[in-house]
């Protein structure tokens, strides 16, 4: 109840709950209590019903970008700072902005991505950062099914996308940006940091990509 009642702020509350809760577990452990078990046993419901939450906000969210979405480079200013924090936010997944970035002779800075491709993945990178925290075997068939219908949402998405000269190029920069960087990103920020195990579940949407 702590977790889910503690969490309506937004994404990264419930995290810090927990990992405060599992650091106070682990200092008992260290003194010969150890309450870890119970304490993820009493979570489980609260950290279940936040992801679930979590995911509805960020599908809502998402369906609503993909009915707006007219496909056209997004515009920043430098002075902003908009494009470094997005920058230090794909750093995280070893992921490279500039190359998606068109500087003009002005103020402005240009990225070759679509609006909602990247209004995704700063929720989206929330989300994963919060998951992290919030993470136990309990969990995980919850948190990839998640993931998963996350991500292939916004592929599909691209797929669908209109056939026009005029958008293609931020079309084919998104899609390519998705499905050749940052899921593969997601996908190893999962196995080396989350689950510790593969996810051939999330993989199968680049099996998807490929074909299509």
Not at 116 to 124: A, D, P, T
Not at 196 to 204: M, Y
Request: with cysteine; proline share 2%.
């Amino acid at each position: 109840a702590v977790v889910s009642t503690q969490s309506t702020g937004g994404h990264g509350v419930a995290g810090e709950c927990v990992a405060i809760a599992l650091k106070h577990a682990e200092q008992l452990s260290s003194n010969g209590l150890d309450m870890r078990f119970l304490l993820h046993r009493l979570l489980h419901p609260g950290i279940a019903e936040t992801l679930k939450r979590d995911h509805i906000q960020i599908m809502e969210a998402s369906q609503l970008r993909a009915k707006e979405e007219y496909w056209k480079k997004v515009q920043y200013s430098r002075q902003s700072g908009e494009t470094k924090q997005l920058d230090d936010l794909l750093k995280t997944y070893n992921v490279d902005l500039s190359k998606y970035c068109v500087t003009a002779g002005d103020d402005r800075i240009y990225i070759t991505l679509s609006h909602s491709v990247i209004s995704f993945v700063r929720s989206f990178h929330s989300y994963l950062q919060d998951a992290k925290k919030m993470y136990n075997v309990r969990v995980k068939k919850q948190l990839i099914d998640s993931i998963t219908s996350c991500l292939q949402f916004q592929a599909f998405q691209l797929q669908i996308a209109p056939d026009d000269e005029s958008v293609r190029t931020v079309v084919n920069s998104s899609n390519m940006f998705l499905t050749r960087e940052f899921i593969p990103a997601v996908i190893t920020f999962l196995e080396t940091q989350v689950t510790q195990q593969p996810v051939p579940q999330i993989r199968r949407i680049l099996d998807t990509a490929e074909m299509l």
